[in-house]
């Protein structure tokens, strides 16, 4: 029994707040024969510590920058209070170094989210400064484990294993963003979980990329999946085509080790013309000599549906710009400016007809009303266009609606729409999730009042 000094100790303890401390590390994430790379992190671990908070609960954590720069942290996908999203510049100061920032806030939603810098966040993220968020359902489906895989790609020096640098290269910025020539999982180019045969895994996909759109396959593995970007599908769906994971996406499957003992079942993705492990489960032991059934869905999230949409107000956005673009020129900081003389100035894109954040919103939104927006891809590249605050659902041709999710990829020449119910009241940037897209243009707001 405790005595009365462990009853009097309680209260501090309480009241000292949980820490994420913001710091350089190493980490060995090339092969063996490569040195550590330094890299920047959250609380030393690359990817940051997965954060578990059941839904409907808080999650209260201390950000502590023992970094040389200031910093910031965005909980992506969290349908969260405006005050904590973390946007640098829009929701709050930069934390400065050797600062704190108390993140506070509510999660409505279970699900697979992602928490990340979003200060300079084309080099802070490429750096190192992302980590997982799951949100619980109270009732989870029943599965032998449950297995978050960060993806990630990272473009090291081949001479000494440290990120090459400009992180903002020009040649990246206005191609397809900064892409990496290593690519692994939970920080290693080669990871690997033994399984055992006929097991059942919940994996958490989330592709933590700068710009890297990651094509999988299930090999030795039955899959469905059964949530993107957080939110729950309605039916789990059978994983038959590729998948595919542009960055900020996050994508929910169950699975069943089909392979046998002594294979090694594995997520694989396609690059270089051939498919290539992601992550490997090495098969040891069985777990059982049936199969099961196949899942149910996840029980929905609370406000997923999308009202109205015939008449609600319409918007335009062209996104505009870049390499091999048609772009001739477009406004930025309140004048028009000429592609060449934005190019001077690192910036190579628009969203309609804007480069970079503006003094007023794209769209001033009344709390409550459904919104669509249009958006026509006049640039070569494809781009992951994410909302923050408000989960939107693609609007098709024939009207009908698609998932509920906070970033979308759109390719060059396929207009698309999206629709959602501006529900959430604050500022919000939506901005392109090719990070140095992001930095170089494709960035703007909305404002819900
Ligand atoms: Cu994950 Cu503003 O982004
Ligand atoms: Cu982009």
Redesign the pocket.
Known sequence: MAGTAGLAALPVRAMAPKTLTARVATAQIAPPKYAATEVWTYDGALPGPVLRVPQGGRLARRLVNDLSVPTSI?W?GIRIDNAMDG?AGLTQEAVPPGGTFDYDFAVPDAGTFWY?A?TN?FEQVARGLSGALIVEEPDAPEVDRDVVLVLDDWLLNPEDAQFMEPFGHPMSLSHGGRLGNLLGTNGTYDYAREVKANERLRLRLINASNARIFVLQLAGLEGWTIALDGMPLPAPEPVEAELILAP?QRIDLIVDVTADVGETAALVRFDDDQWRPQARFPVAGTASATRRDGPAALPPNPNIEVPGIDSARRLDMAMEGGAMGRMSGAMMNGRAIGFREMAGQGQFWALAGQVGMTDTPFASLDRGETVRVRMTNETAFAHAM?L?GMHFRQVAEDGTLGPMRDTILSYPDEPLEIAFVADNPGKW?F?C?MLGH?ASGMTTWINVT
Do not use: E, K, Q, Y
Request: hydrophobic share 30%; charged share 0%; no cysteine.
């Open positions: 965005h992506h946007v990340h979003h966040s900020a994410h923050h940037l901005h999730h992001a």
